[in-house]
């Protein structure tokens, strides 16, 4: 496709379980990041992948976050023994060039943790 | 560290008319850029505008204009002739020198009424 696209669209957990959130950026994007948003706030900056260089994981809130990308392609966020400060909207970006950043969002993943 | 401030949760305008939404930060780096980005309630976030740190000029991207006041570390927005269709949630970014991840501010909900 021509977008980042994300998935799940939405995902219900059970406090406790391991939910994986799945992104694929634009083709050629060598640059990906995931931001959290809660309900009503800003955007929280997680982790960030650029080419082959070790991520930039400064974001992630706790060891229950990691996540993982395959080259210059997919990345999946994980998020184990969810709590229930975990709901929110998770979106993924990717970018191509550095002169700007212009950053391209996906629709995001709502996460409720019941 | 490197922080957004956006001071006005809220914010009305009528149609047509022209809004400023404000937008100031905080950085000890030699060189930054700063972005706005539109948020409509579907949730989806559009880039809007971007100005360099080191540009002469403001920057304008059609509506959009940003006033950029280096030595008050300023970045505030300006939409001219406002349509219905900009009400949304708008946020003030960040990217710092020798990296590419945003930090964000809390945002300002523009409202548009006829």
């Known amino acids: ?114 | 560290a490197q922080k957004i401030t956006q001071t006005q949760p809220g914010m009305f305008v009528q149609e047509k008319e022209a809004v400023t939404l404000d937008c100031t930060y905080d950085t000890s780096d030699p060189s930054y850029g700063l972005f706005w980005y539109k948020q409509p309630s579907s949730g989806e976030m559009i880039f809007l505008i971007y100005q360099g740190s080191y540009d002469q000029q403001n920057a304008t991207e059609g509506r959009y204009s940003l006033n950029f006041q280096k030595a008050r570390k300023s970045a505030n927005l300006v939409i001219s002739a406002s349509q219905l269709g900009d009400s949304a949630m708008y946020f003030c970014a960040m990217r710092g020198y020798n990296t590419d991840k945003l930090i964000f501010g809390t945002g300002t909900r523009l409202q548009v009424f006829p």
């Open chain 1, 1 to 114: 496709g021509a977008g980042v696209s994300q998935s799940p669209s939405n995902k219900v957990t059970e406090k406790g379980k391991d939910v994986e959130l799945r992104c694929d950026p634009i083709s050629g994007h060598t640059a990906l990041y995931w931001y959290r948003q809660r309900l009503g706030q800003g955007l929280e900056f997680l982790i960030y992948f650029q080419g082959n260089s070790a991520p930039d994981k400064s974001g992630l809130p706790s060891d229950r976050f990691s996540a993982e990308r395959t080259g210059e392609s997919v990345s999946t966020l994980t998020i184990q023994r969810t709590q229930q400060e975990d709901s929110a909207v998770y979106l993924c970006a990717s970018s191509g060039t550095r002169v700007k950043n212009e950053q391209f969002f996906g629709p995001g993943t709502r996460l409720t943790v019941l």
